[in-house]
């Protein structure tokens, strides 16, 4: 399986042979959810805090003592029933979200999610993607050669020359850009087109190999 490498006017510079293991696998949908449902599942902070009947303020007093008043008995004006009081079995920041994924079940949503832009001919591999310095301009005129600037674009560079790329690639609202290292599943799938380097190709397939 062989896919064409362009260079940064867009014009076929040479071939790379794929790894088959990672890009023909037959996509599989339910590992991809499940694999979404992690990823999501570990962007959840869990900041939400109730206050308890201990930690409310107030209520040091019984409001009424307790027989002759022809009310029913209270010891605290903070107790759950009260306006104003704490709450039983309110939300605490210790709960965990996480959701365990086995790792053959995350790499094989990420070679699904691979695959089926690979299929659909979502994938453009790029000989090299390099500047001297970070330039916003620069990016926009290769990513308009192209022909992905009005895309909803993933951009996946060389850990290398990563940092550069994302300052040029940051002040564009279409584009995302990660390093080979840091390929998730959420990216993935919500791009309309992945641009990848040769090299991060590489690395890719190392990984998920």
Do not use: C
């Not at 919500?190 to 397939?205: C, G, M, P, R, S």
């Amino acid at each position: 399986m062989k896919i064409n490498v362009v260079d940064s006017t867009g014009k076929k510079v040479s071939e790379f042979t794929l790894n088959e293991k990672v890009w023909a696998v037959t996509p599989n949908q339910q590992a991809q959810f499940d694999s979404l449902l992690s990823y999501n599942a570990t962007k959840r902070q869990g900041t939400h805090k109730v206050k308890t009947r201990a930690e409310v303020s107030g209520g040091g007093r019984k409001p009424w003592k307790q027989k002759g008043t022809g009310n029913a008995r209270q010891g605290s004006i903070r107790a759950p029933q009260w306006k104003g009081g704490g709450i039983v079995f309110g939300p605490t920041p210790e709960k965990n979200y996480l959701i365990k994924l086995n790792k053959k079940v995350r790499k094989l949503a990420l070679k699904s999610a691979l695959a089926a832009k690979l299929q659909n001919e979502n994938i453009i591999v790029i000989d090299q993607l390099k500047f001297e310095k970070p330039s916003t301009k620069s990016m926009l005129e290769v990513l308009t050669n192209l022909e992905l600037a009005n895309n909803k674009t993933l951009i996946i560079s060389d850990v290398e020359n990563h940092q550069t790329v994302i300052k040029s690639a940051r002040n564009l609202t279409r584009t995302q850009s990660i390093n080979a290292k840091s390929v998730n599943i959420y990216d993935l799938l919500n791009a309309n087109k992945v641009l990848v380097t040769l090299e991060a190709i590489k690395n890719i397939e190392e990984a998920l190999g």
